[in-house]
C-alpha cells in the first residue's frame, strides 16, 4: 500500500516544484540551460524545485517565475500555477487573490546597485532641501538705522556705520578717580556736596537734583567723567586747576569740546589745596 502511493506520487507529482523538475528532466535540461532559456538567476529556480518560496519578493513573483519557467521545460504554465497557487494558499491563508504575471521579464527587477543608487539620490536631494530651508530661514541682515536731522530730515548712515546715541540730558553723572587726586563737588549756594582726597577707582555720583552742582580740582586729568556710562569730556586741561566747572548732564553735554572748560578754568585758576 506504502509502495504504490510512493510510486504515484513519483508518477503524478502534485507540488508546482516537482512538476517542474519531472518536465526539466524529461526535456534533457539543467537548471543552467533554464536560467539562460528564462533569464532567471539560478539560486531562484533551485529555491522553486523545492517549492521554496521564501526568497521570492511576493507570492505573484512566484507564480510568474514558475510559470516562465514551465515554458522553458515545456511543461503546461497554467497546471503548474494553479499547483502553485494552492500551496501559497495554504502557506498564507485568508491571503488576498493571486495574480499572475504574465510574460514576467527577470530584467524588470531592480538590481541591488541600482536600488542603492535610487536611495544615494533621495539622501542627497533631502539634504539639498534641508540645506536650501537652513538657508531661507536663516537671520536677515540687520536694518540700518535711520538718525533724525537737526532740520528734521531723515539721514542713512553709512553701511555698518556705528550710530553715536547721545547722552541723556538728565543722566546720571558719575566722577571717578583715574589716580588719588583731591576733588571738591558743591552747588549753587556753595553747599559742599563731595570733599575728600579719592583713591584710584573711587567714584562720587552727582546728585540729580543738584542745583547747578560744580566741582573744583588741581589734577583735572586725573577725573573721568561719564553721563549714564557714556564718556564725557574732560574737566580741564592736564596739571590746572579748574573752579566752578558745571558738571549736570545738560552742562556737560551743551558744553563744546574743551573750549568751555578752558575758559573757566584760565579764569578761574587758584591754587589747590
Keep these: 500500500m506504502v509502495d504504490t502511493e510512493a510510486k504515484d506520487q513519483a508518477l503524478f507529482p502534485e507540488r508546482a516544484g516537482e512538476l517542474l523538475r519531472a518536465a526539466r528532466l524529461r526535456a534533457g535540461l539543467d537548471l543552467g540551460d533554464v536560467a539562460t532559456r528564462t533569464r532567471i538567476p539560478l539560486r531562484t529556480l533551485e529555491s522553486i524545485e523545492r517549492s521554496d518560496h521564501s526568497d521570492l519578493p511576493s507570492p505573484t513573483y512566484a507564480i510568474g517565475f514558475a510559470k516562465s519557467f514551465a515554458r522553458a521545460v515545456g511543461a503546461d504554465p497554467e497546471a503548474v500555477a494553479h499547483a502553485l497557487r494552492d500551496e501559497l494558499g495554504h502557506q498564507q491563508p485568508g491571503s488576498r ?75 546720571q553723572v558719575v566722577l571717578t578717580a583715574r589716580d588719588a587726586v583731591w576733588l571738591r563737588v558743591y552747588d549753587a549756594s556753595d553747599k559742599v556736596l563731595f570733599e575728600k582726597e579719592m583713591a584710584a577707582g573711587e567714584r562720587f555720583e552727582v546728585p540729580a537734583d543738584a542745583n547747578k552742582p560744580m566741582v573744583r580740582t588741581g589734577r583735572a586729568e586725573l577725573i573721568a567723567v561719564t553721563i549714564d556710562g557714556k564718556d564725557a569730556a574732560s574737566l580741564g586741561p592736564p596739571d590746572r586747576t579748574v573752579k566752578d566747572v558745571v558738571v549736570s548732564a545738560s552742562a556737560l553735554i551743551a558744553r563744546p569740546p574743551g573750549s568751555s572748560i578752558l575758559a573757566e578754568s584760565s579764569a578761574n585758576t587758584t591754587a589747590a589745596p
Design 97 to 171: 487573490e493571486l495574480v499572475d504575471l504574465d510574460d514576467f521579464d527577470p530584467q524588470r527587477l531592480p538590481s541591488r546597485k541600482l536600488a542603492w543608487t535610487a536611495a544615494l539620490i533621495a539622501l542627497l536631494i533631502l539634504g539639498g532641501y534641508a540645506f536650501w530651508r537652513g538657508w531661507l530661514m536663516r537671520d536677515p541682515a540687520p536694518a540700518s538705522v535711520e538718525v533724525a536731522a537737526p532740520g528734521g530730515e531723515a539721514v542713512e548712515p553709512a553701511q555698518n556705520a556705528m550710530v553715536q546715541v547721545q547722552p541723556s540730558p538728565t543722566g
